[in-house]
C-alpha cells in the first residue's frame, strides 16, 4: 500500500487545524442588557467611575482605549456614544462633512441636522466613528438624533428616509460586534424594536411617552431612560412598573444623578 507523499500529509494537517481555528474562533454573542439594568450617562466633566452600575454611557470620542479598559476591569459594559443624526463642529471628524449635507441647527450651539438620505457620504463616515469605538473596546453604541424627519432640518426627510438610515446605522455597529441603542424615535419603535438591542430615552415622563418603550422591555431588552425636568417622585413609580432604567439628569450630563 502507498504511503501518502509529505505534501499530503502537510496539506491534511494545515486542513485539520484550518477546521479547528474555524469551531473555536467563533464571535463573542453581541451584549445585550436586561430590562432593568441600572446605568450612569456622563457626556462632560471629568469622568467619575465611582457609580456602582454595571453600565457607564461615554462620549466615544473624548475617552480613550484604557478609560474603557478601566471601566471594563471594575466589571461594567460600557456604551459610546455618538452622533449618527447631526454634524458637530467641534469633532475631528467635522471638515470629512461636505457641507451639501449639513442642514439646519438642531438646537444645539456647533450642531446640524444631517441629509440622512445622503447615505453613500454618510456610511463610510458613520462606519470609521464605529470602527473608533470598536478598537477602544466599547461593548455597544447609542446613536444619537435618530428623529430627523420629526424636526426641522432644512431637508424634506421621510419616515422611510428615517427607517433606512437608522436600519443602516444598526447593521454597522452589528458588523463590528457592538450592541446598539435606538436613540427616541418613539414612533418608529414597532419597526426598530427588532433592529436594536436597547432603548435610551429622553423625557419620556414629562411627555407622557413612556408607554411607547413597552415593545423593548417586552423583547427582553433595556430601555435607558432620563429626566431633565421632571422630579423622581413623578416618574420613579412608573418606570419601575414599566421596568425603565431611569434617571434624573442635568441637560449637561455631568457626574451629578438621582437613579429610581
Not at 152 to 175: C, I, K, M, S, W
Not at 187 to 204: R, Y
Not at 212 to 235: D, I, N, W
Request: net charge negative; glycine share 8%; hydrophobic share 35%.
Amino acid at each position: 500500500m502507498r504511503r501518502p507523499s509529505l505534501l499530503v500529509t502537510l496539506l491534511l494537517v494545515l486542513l485539520l487545524a484550518g477546521c479547528a481555528r474555524s469551531s473555536d474562533d467563533k464571535p463573542a454573542p453581541r451584549w445585550q442588557p436586561r430590562p432593568g439594568t441600572a446605568w450612569q450617562w456622563q457626556l462632560s466633566e471629568r469622568l467619575d467611575t465611582s457609580v456602582d452600575v454595571p453600565v457607564y454611557d461615554i462620549d466615544g470620542f473624548d475617552h480613550s482605549e484604557e478609560t474603557v479598559a478601566g471601566l471594563h476591569d471594575d466589571g461594567r459594559k460600557v456604551i459610546c456614544y455618538l452622533s449618527t443624526g447631526a454634524w458637530e463642529e467641534f469633532r475631528p471628524d467635522a471638515e470629512d462633512f461636505p457641507k451639501s449635507v449639513l442642514g439646519r441647527g438642531n438646537g444645539w450651539e456647533g450642531e446640524r441636522w444631517l441629509d440622512i438620505r445622503r447615505t453613500n457620504v454618510l456610511e463610510p463616515l458613520m462606519a470609521a466613528r464605529m470602527d473608533m469605538c470598536r478598537d477602544k473596546g466599547f461593548d455597544a453604541v447609542e446613536p444619537d438624533n435618530m428623529d430627523g424627519y420629526r424636526n426641522d432640518t432644512g431637508f424634506p426627510l421621510t419616515a422611510e428616509d428615517q427607517l433606512r438610515y437608522n436600519r443602516l446605522v444598526a447593521r454597522l455597529a452589528h458588523d463590528r460586534g457592538l450592541a446598539v441603542g435606538l436613540k427616541n424615535d418613539l414612533d418608529q419603535i414597532p419597526e426598530l424594536v427588532g433592529d436594536f438591542d436597547f432603548a435610551v430615552n429622553e423625557q419620556c415622563a414629562q411627555y407622557g411617552e413612556c408607554a411607547a418603550l413597552k415593545p423593548f422591555v417586552e423583547a427582553g431588552k433595556a430601555v435607558f431612560h432620563v429626566e431633565y425636568e421632571v422630579p423622581t417622585r413623578r416618574f420613579c413609580a412608573e418606570s419601575r412598573r414599566l421596568k425603565l432604567s431611569s434617571l434624573l439628569k442635568k441637560y449637561e450630563l455631568g457626574a451629578w444623578r438621582q437613579a429610581c
